[in-house]
């Protein structure tokens, strides 16, 4: 009963230790270091007594080996010796892409967290059992030629030849790098056929074609084609035995072995183009040959033109684009849409490419759609050439409506666009000087006419009218003398001669403008400028004086009437 | 007339003097734009306007060799300056309109009452000095034929009407006269010569101030200046500060 707790113990230790000290141990292995070219081989990783997957990169072995198949994980437990072992597998099926002395570098592998580093393989790999196995399965790369110019077309052909039982478990495409690829053959399923070649009988499969156009010059690799397979082989390891039974001996003595298949790298010589590459060059080679056509000739404005251009010939066609060239400015252009048509089932691509343009002239008129023209390099003759449209007359009926013209001009700076500048003047002109350039000396001689002319009527006037006044004065100065001659000639009826003496002496004195005056009006009239003793006196001579013509007589007052009126005007004449 | 008898001494002496000069240096001009070397016809024709010298022709082909260079700006800005001078010259016009198909910004200018779209144009027909003379000329008839008629020297009919309608039209141009006064005093115009020229919103560079982007050749106002920044206004109304030595001011 005592010794049950330590057995116990010692158990605990035991365990406790295994899963301590025996801690996970990574190893890498293959089952064969010495192989021929196409054989595989398996590669391994083991983890013993780990507690996770071992993790792997495996980028490095890529660089000489191919992945068949894999990775496949595995692990499995086992008791020996009372002990527990665990293993986790993790296996590849690899196949080498050189011969030679090959080594499988040393990876780094994590655990859980810990990383472990395998040790590195060395394996051989050696050509001579593959040759007498090439006869019967092999691969081969057809070019039609091997010196070519970047654009032109290299078809190339990759064929299985077959005389075992095999079935092909993927194909691997090379990729072309370098290349513009056409693909021009790739089977769904692979046929083989029948071929005698040097006078063996081979199942022949053409497993891919492609058109490649060089992109660039140089040496150019095309790489491998990788075909993995299964071929049945005769197991000739197996010991013939007594149990050996002729009928199930085609069963059982066979064997798929995987295999890949690899063609040889290929070499393509892509040389420089010859001298004298014209500058418009886009990179067309082959042969082609441009056509243009117009749907219609005559539009009337702002109706739309369809511009066809066709491209039609054998070469790069897809490669390549029209070089640039312009239309009239007065016409509208949209881009272009382009199709391209292939013509199937032909080794060297052919085809059409065509641009239609879509044109609506915003002008009437003629123009000229000018010729297009694409220079392209001859591969077969190793010459430039180029191809051309002939240029398409357009004549512009007057539209219905003149719709704006794009790009914001108007109709007359469109009419300018096509113009020149005129030239400069030459003649040297009478210069301006800056500084006393102001109103000119002509413009203040107008201004200064057209003043005197305003004002020379009113100048005139007064001028006229001072002329009158002197002559008024002098009447007026004169007035008393011409009244008393006047008096003294006395003639018809004295009391009218007065009168009228009387007047036209007040009319001359005072420069009066009134024609006909009477004792009344006289009064009124001179009342500011003759004494009111004289005004009276005046008034009653006029009255007498009228009256008097009326009435005749009165011969009393006649003889003192002059010697009155007299008197009177020169009393007048003295106060005014 | 002080004035004026100065002027003119000073005008004969500054002739002897400068005319020569100014004379080889146009031929000069000329004669290496016949070579097409455009930029050594700059030169001298730009010479010419520093030393105070203008003249419509001199801004013409000043505004040629500045076409030719492909410096459409200051093509414009000769042909618009020499278009100050003489506004019916077909040529100046013609080139003007040309290389305005050259400049980049296609600036709506808002449509006006048909009228003043009207009066614009006959303002712009004439220069300031034809405008002042054709006014004198109405005012100097109509003043001959109010004289001759206060004298009673010319007898037509209607004549007070017909001396008048010759008052009224002589107001008129004067009024207009006055009216390309003010604006030539008051309102500044500039052309873009800079190939782009980014307006912001204030006088200083703030990227995120852009307002709007102009290119060589555009015809705007210049409402205020500042020593490094000029406030500007597109004939479409927009407003922006644009740094001043990209404007040539007309």
Not at chain 1, 238 to 244: E, L, M, T, V
Not at chain 1, 410 to 433: A, F, H, M
Request: aromatic letters at 10%; proline letters at 5%.
């Amino acid at each position: 009963m005592i010794k049950f707790p330590s057995s116990i113990l010692l158990l605990t230790v035991c365990f406790g230790l295994n899963s301590y000290v025996f801690a996970a141990k990574v190893t890498a292995s293959v089952d064969a270091t010495s192989i021929s070219q196409n054989d595989v081989f398996t590669f391994k990783i083991e983890a013993k007594d780990a507690e996770s997957n071992p993790k792997v990169d495996i980028t490095p072995l890529l660089k000489n080996f191919s992945v068949v198949s894999g990775p496949s994980q595995q692990t499995s437990m086992s008791w020996i010796n009372g002990k527990m072992q665990t293993s986790r597998n993790l296996t590849w099926t690899l196949v080498p892409m050189k011969t030679g002395t090959l080594t499988i570098p040393s990876l780094s592998i994590s655990v859980g967290n810990k990383s472990f580093r395998t040790k590195t393989i060395r394996m051989k790999v050696s050509r001579g059992k593959q040759l007498a196995e090439a006869k019967d399965l092999f691969l081969t790369v057809e070019l039609d030629k091997s010196e070519v110019y970047p654009g032109e077309q290299v078809t190339v052909i990759y064929k299985l030849f077959t005389r075992v039982n095999m079935s092909i478990q993927d194909l691997e495409m090379p990729k072309f790098v370098g290349f513009w690829v056409e693909e021009l053959f790739a089977p769904n399923r692979v046929e083989f056929r029948k071929v005698n070649l040097k006078g063996v009988q081979y199942n022949v499969a053409h497993l891919y074609s492609a058109a490649l156009f060089p992109t660039k010059t140089g040496e150019l690799f095309l790489d491998p084609m990788k075909v993995k397979c299964n071929v049945t082989v005769k197991n000739k390891k197996r010991r013939k035995s007594i149990w050996d039974d002729p009928f199930f001996d085609s069963f059982s003595r066979q064997q798929t072995v995987p295999k890949v298949l690899l063609t040889e790298k290929t070499l393509i010589n892509v040389k420089p183009y010859p001298n004298g590459k014209p500058a418009d060059f886009t990179g067309a080679v082959g042969s082609f040959t441009l056509s243009a056509f117009a749907d219609m000739k005559s539009v009337k404005a702002n109706e739309a033109i369809t511009l066809k251009v066709k491209l039609h010939g054998t070469g790069n066609i897809s490669m390549f684009s029209l070089p640039e060239f312009d239309f009239p400015q007065t016409l509208e252009v949209f881009p272009p849409t382009s199709t391209i048509n292939k013509e199937p089932l032909r080794d060297n691509i052919t085809g059409s490419v065509s641009w239609e343009y879509i044109l609506i002239p915003r002008q009437e008129g003629r123009f000229i759609i000018p010729r297009i023209e694409l220079p392209f390099f001859d591969s077969k003759t190793e010459e430039w050439d180029r191809t051309s449209t002939r240029p398409i007359q357009i004549s512009v009926l007057p539209g219905e409506t003149s719709a704006e013209v794009s790009s914001g001009l108007t109709k007359e700076e469109v009419v300018l666009l096509g113009s020149d500048i005129r030239y400069i003047r030459r003649e040297i002109p009478q210069w301006i000087y800056r500084k006393y350039s102001g109103i000119s000396f002509e413009i203040l001689t107008l201004y200064g006419l057209s003043l005197i002319f305003f004002i020379s009527p009113g100048f005139m006037k007064n001028i006229q009218r001072n002329k009158g006044g002197t002559e008024d004065i002098r009447r007026s100065k004169k007035a008393l003398k011409t009244a008393m001659r006047a008096l003294n000639k006395t003639q018809g009826d004295i009391f009218s001669h007065a009168s009228r003496i009387q007047y036209r002496y007040l009319k001359d004195r005072f420069l009066l403008s009134t024609e006909n005056l009477d004792p009344l009006t006289a009064e009124s009239l001179l009342a500011n400028s003759i004494p009111d003793g004289e005004l009276k006196e005046l008034v009653h001579m006029l009255k007498i004086c009228d009256s008097g013509q009326y009435a005749p007589g009165k011969n009393a007052e006649e003889k003192s009437l002059i010697t009155d009126v007299k008197s009177l005007l020169k009393r007048i004449d003295a106060h005014a | 007339m002080h004035k004026w008898i100065s002027v003119f001494i000073i005008n004969v002496v500054l002739l002897t003097a400068q005319q020569a000069e100014i004379d080889s240096l146009f031929v000069q001009a000329n004669q290496v734009m016949d070579e097409q070397s455009y930029r050594q016809a700059v030169i001298n024709y730009e010479k010419i306007l520093h030393m105070g010298i203008d003249h419509p022709d001199l801004y013409y082909n000043l505004g040629n060799a500045y076409y030719r260079m492909g410096i459409y700006g200051q093509a414009v800005w000769a042909y618009e300056k020499g278009l100050q001078f003489t506004p019916r010259d077909p040529d100046l016009n013609f080139n003007l309109d040309l290389t305005n198909t050259r400049v980049r910004d296609r600036i709506e200018v808002p449509e006006t009452f048909f009228l003043l779209e009207f009066y614009r144009s006959i303002k712009n027909m004439f220069t300031i000095q034809d405008a002042i003379f054709l006014g004198a000329l109405l005012l100097v008839i109509s003043a001959l034929l109010f004289g001759l008629e206060k004298m009673k020297w010319l007898r037509i009919p209607f004549s007070s009407r017909i001396i008048g309608s010759f008052i009224i039209l002589s107001v008129l141009v004067h009024g207009i006269t006055l009216d390309k006064y003010l604006a030539l005093s008051e309102v500044h115009e500039g052309i873009v010569v800079f190939r782009e020229v980014e307006a912001f919103s204030a006088p200083f560079r703030r990227e995120d101030a852009v307002l709007f982007r102009i290119h060589e050749g555009v015809k705007l106002e210049i409402k205020q200046k500042q020593p490094e920044w000029v406030e500007i206004v597109l004939l479409d109304g927009k407003k922006g500060w644009i740094q001043s030595k990209s404007v040539r001011e007309l």
